[in-house]
T-cell receptor, first 116, second 111 residues
Framework: GAVVSQHPSRVICKSGTSVKIECRSL??????MFWYRQFPKQSLMLMAT?????????EQGVEKDKFLINHASLTLSTLTVTSAHPEDSSFYIC????????????FGSGTRLTVV | TQLLEQSPQFLSIQEGENLTVYCNSS?????LQWYRQEPGEGPVLLVT?????EVKKLKRLTFQFGDARKDSSLHITAAQPGDTGLYLC???????????FGAGTRLFVKA
């Protein structure tokens, strides 16, 4: 089946540093990937839509200069949290639609980011 | 913006009991998915419903899509402790690529 691999699963970084999270589609091509953020005991909030070969589309309220998204190939999208602060600590999850139409999305296993 | 209201937000029941989770919207979705998420992991797709009135069964789980494609329900029969988790409904935005998530139902099944 369609698998999305997300790395790292956990990362701890110091305030002011940058962290890159990778999301790879292992057995299918994903022209579009989605990045979500999830706070404890809450649902997923869409941050941005990553489009292969073009600029990402950010949701309202998400700073594009802080959350840099790159989708350079059909199997890889990256999210870089720049100048991280403790309030950026969260669970970040990527997903990709693996079939056209209405067949749902496959999610990565998530990245727990802790900024100290 | 299309919104999905999910209820209840939290449910704690005894093993063997039945339960239903609801997902409602005033908007029409082209399809609706149900996911289950365990702590520290990404959501896992359970089912996708597409046709109004559609009913799908997955072992003890029964999913229904409303006739007007605005709402859905998830019914679990004889719940087991292994059913414990966060259940999320998600609607595919009509005419677009976005998926809108409900707030989730946190289910705890006690042995």
């Amino acid at each position: 089946g369609a698998v999305v691999s997300q790395h790292p699963s956990r990362v701890i970084c110091k305030s002011g540093t940058s962290v890159k999270i990778e999301c790879r589609s292992l057995d299918f091509q994903a022209t579009t990937m989605f990045w979500y953020r999830q706070f404890p005991k809450q649902s997923l909030m869409l941050m941005a839509t990553s489009n292969e070969g073009s600029k990402a589309t950010y949701e309202q309220g998400v700073e594009k200069d802080k959350f840099l998204i790159n989708h350079a190939s059909l199997t890889l999208s990256t999210l870089t949290v720049t100048s991280a602060h403790p309030e950026d600590s969260s669970f970040y999850i990527c997903s990709a639609r693996y079939l056209t139409g209405t067949d749902g999305y496959t999610f990565g296993s998530g990245t727990r980011l802790t900024v100290v | 913006t299309q919104l999905l209201e999910q209820s209840p937000q939290f449910l704690s029941i005894q093993e063997g009991e039945n339960l239903t989770v609801y997902c409602n919207s005033s908007s029409v979705f082209s399809s609706l998915q149900w996911y289950r998420q365990e702590p520290g992991e990404g959501p896992v797709l359970l089912v996708t419903v597409v046709t109004g009135g559609e009913v799908k069964k997955l072992k003890r789980l029964t999913f229904q899509f409303g006739d007007a494609r605005k709402d859905s329900s998830l019914h679990i029969t004889a719940a087991q402790p292994g059913d414990t988790g966060l259940y999320l409904c998600a609607g595919a935005e009509t005419g677009g690529f976005k998926t809108i998530f409900g707030a989730g139902t946190r289910l705890f099944v006690k042995a």
